[in-house]
Nanobody, 127 residues
Framework: QVQLVESGGGSVHAGGSLRHSCAVS????????MGWFRQVPGKQREGVAT???????YYGDQFEGRFTASEDNTESTLLLQMDNLKPEDTDQYYC?????????????????????WGQGTQVTVSS
């Protein structure tokens, strides 16, 4: 079983920054696609970024240039730096991991592909 434990999130004013971390209990070398998603209650999870097995990161169109996803391999931790936050970024954010690294670029629109999920952290951006 793979466990993902998130930390970070919080509340900021528009234009501010926040940083998420996601500690993964298993080395990412033994996992497939990794990713960050967000979700408003009652809506489908929206892909923020996905990681391929070679470390390539793919972003959803509205996050490119504002959000930066990276990985600390020594500590098996995923990182999401969120800059220039907007009120519409208010959401619950989740990290995720899959068992296979097939077409990770296209998994932004396929949250069902991911088998393991973090507990979620809340981001609130006020205007």
């Amino acid at each position: 079983q793979v466990q993902l434990v998130e930390s970070g999130g919080g509340s900021v004013h528009a234009g501010g920054s926040l940083r998420h971390s996601c500690a993964v209990s298993r080395s990412s070398d033994s996992l497939g696609c990794m990713g960050w998603f967000r979700q408003v209650p009652g809506k489908q999870r929206e892909g923020v970024a996905t990681y391929d097995s070679d470390g390539t990161v793919y972003y959803g169109d509205q996050f490119e240039g504002r959000f930066t996803a990276s990985e600390d391999n020594t500590e098996s931790t995923l990182l999401l730096q969120m800059d220039n936050l907007k009120p519409e970024d208010t959401d619950q954010y989740y990290c995720a991991a899959a068992n296979r690294a097939w077409n990770c670029r296209y998994r932004l629109d396929d949250p069902q592909y991911f088998a393991y999920w973090g507990q979620g952290t809340q981001v609130t951006v006020s205007s």
